[in-house]
T-cell receptor, first 113, second 113 residues
């Protein structure tokens, strides 16, 4: 089954404790992206990757890092989480070329106390 | 940069009635307009999309219309059913240049049995 898998699905942690949210896709997609979803704001892009070892900032990259060492994986790293990063996070992937639809994971709800 | 506005933020309809959600975009270079449905606890799922060389597209009870001159596009759901209840997001993108989706703020649709 084609899917984007995120882990963990839920996490409650404290300010300053480094955390990583993993994302893996099994569709051999080149493009991967991270979004955060906040009430009334829709989804905003944090970082994206066009292919292995190619990453770039989205609209709200502050406080986040990513890496793309393998095509299937695109982890989101919060080196020193703060309460304003409490949000619902989504990973997405798609093939490049011609308006290919983005496939989303089921989300990771992060609470930073 | 691109900005997408979506209205209404909430919509309540009787089962069997039609529902219409409207979006406007600001960047005339945008040429790909997907609609996503998000159910509780799930990631957004593509339900229909339209490209700028087409004015209307239909898939069973769902249709999307695009007015490039006015820079707005709409989602129409006919014969609504309770399982249509969800949050719907419109988005805009520039195909083959950037795969970045700019999302509207979402519409919560409630279909009353």
């Amino acid at each position: 089954e084609a899917q984007v898998t995120q882990n963990p699905r839920y996490l409650i942690t404290v300010t300053g404790k480094k955390l990583t949210v993993t994302c893996s896709q099994n569709m051999n997609h080149e493009y991967m992206s991270w979004y955060r979803q906040d009430p009334g704001l829709g989804l905003r892009q944090i970082y994206y990757s066009m292919n292995v070892e190619v990453t770039d900032k989205g609209d709200v990259p502050e406080g986040y890092k990513v890496s793309r060492k393998e095509k299937r994986n695109f982890p989101l790293i919060l080196e020193s989480p703060s309460p304003n990063q409490t949000s619902l996070y989504f990973c997405a992937s798609n093939r490049v070329g011609g308006g290919q639809p983005q496939h989303f994971g089921d989300g990771t709800r992060l609470s930073i106390l | 940069g691109e900005n997408v506005e979506q209205h209404p933020s909430t919509l309540s309809v009787q089962e069997g009635d039609s529902a219409v959600i409207k979006c406007t975009y600001s960047d005339s270079a945008s040429n790909y307009f997907p609609w996503y449905k998000q159910e509780l606890g799930k990631g957004p799922q593509l339900i229909i999309d339209i490209r700028s060389n087409v004015g209307e597209k239909k898939d069973q009870r769902i249709a999307v219309t695009l007015n490039k001159t006015a820079k707005h596009f709409s989602l129409h759901i006919t014969e609504t059913q309770p399982e249509d209840s969800a949050v719907y997001f419109c988005a805009a993108s520039i195909m083959d240049s950037s795969y970045k989706l700019i999302f509207g703020s979402g519409t919560r649709l409630l279909v009353r049995p």
